[in-house]
């Protein structure tokens, strides 16, 4: 997982049709006890799926998913706060409303795959995917409606686009693991180290690892003489470069690849 940077500016689409349909929700929720008991779900619509909300977040996530960095389609639209309801862990009953309110809310939306968002059995039979789940260091803190402030929150799940998955997950070889609680939750939630998960990024460590190989034997590889260090230079250099090139920002997986690179001595140009 990468920090992400989100365009200051959202989408006309959201500005103009999302504003109007989530004052429409918000009354809603004023007005009809049903809906703010969750008896009755709120009319969310797909506005929030546009084609220029599409446009503008694959441009700030250079294609790719939010949260495992994947390019694999389909990639969707989807609601880090969840829209329709919420769960603080997956033994838990799903509560009623979700956050309604942030249902066409630019800050709320990013592209993710559908392994990370979309709840399923993996290919080890055990559940995986966000779904409905949006845990809390507190859920007594929760913002139940839009009277309430999401200020008090404390998210467990990491935001991209709001905070450094570098201080949170670490990675040993392809494998994330967490370096605090956050990170354990992200890891959890999203089933990051899951058979589904894991089964995708082995093929780029394996690039990683046999240019790192081929660059810790090339002074081997090339003689000692004063036009053999020429050339050894040369391709250590082109090595390394083909390495900061995994890592770069629109490349898949690149947090892993900057991972592994830092280990070896050999972290990426800023």
């Known amino acids: 997982m990468l920090r992400l940077t989100r365009p200051q500016r959202s989408p006309e689409i959201l500005q103009t049709k999302g504003h109007l349909k989530t004052q429409e929700l918000c009354d809603l ?8 008991t969750g008896a009755q779900s709120f009319p969310i619509d797909d506005t929030y799926r546009d084609v220029s909300v599409r446009k503008a977040l694959e441009r700030a996530q250079h294609h790719k998913c939010c949260y495992c960095e994947s390019k ?15 769960q603080q862990t997956r033994d838990d009953a799903v509560e009623r409303p979700g956050y309604y309110w942030l249902a066409y809310e630019w800050t709320n939306l990013m592209l993710a795959c559908v ?12 559940p995986t995917g966000k779904g409905m789940l949006f845990p809390l260091a507190d859920p007594t803190k929760r913002a139940r409606s839009h009277h309430d402030s999401l200020a008090q929150e404390e998210p467990l799940l990491l935001n991209p686009y709001e905070d450094n998955p570098d201080e949170h997950i670490g990675y040993r070889e392809h494998i994330p693991y967490p370096l605090t609680s956050r990170g354990a939750a992200t890891i959890e939630v999203l089933k990051l180290r899951g058979k589904s998960q894991l089964a995708r990024p082995p093929a780029t460590w394996k690039q990683v690892q046999e240019r790192l190989e081929l660059l810790g034997s090339l002074a081997d590889i090339v003689g000692g003489n004063e036009e053999s260090q020429d050339q050894l230079l040369a ?5 390394i470069e083909q390495l900061w090139t995994m890592a770069d920002e629109t490349a898949e997986y690149a947090a892993m690849v900057r991972a592994g690179l830092t280990a070896w001595g050999l972290p990426p140009e800023p």
Do not use: I
């Open 115 to 126: 392994h990370c968002n979309q709840p399923r059995v993996g290919s080890d039979g055990t």
């Open 235 to 239: 391709l250590q250099q082109e090595c």
């Open 29 to 36: 929720f004023d007005q009809s006890a049903p809906h703010r």
């Open 72 to 86: 694999a389609p389909p990639l969707e639209v989807e609601h880090h706060r969840p829209k329709s309801a919420v």
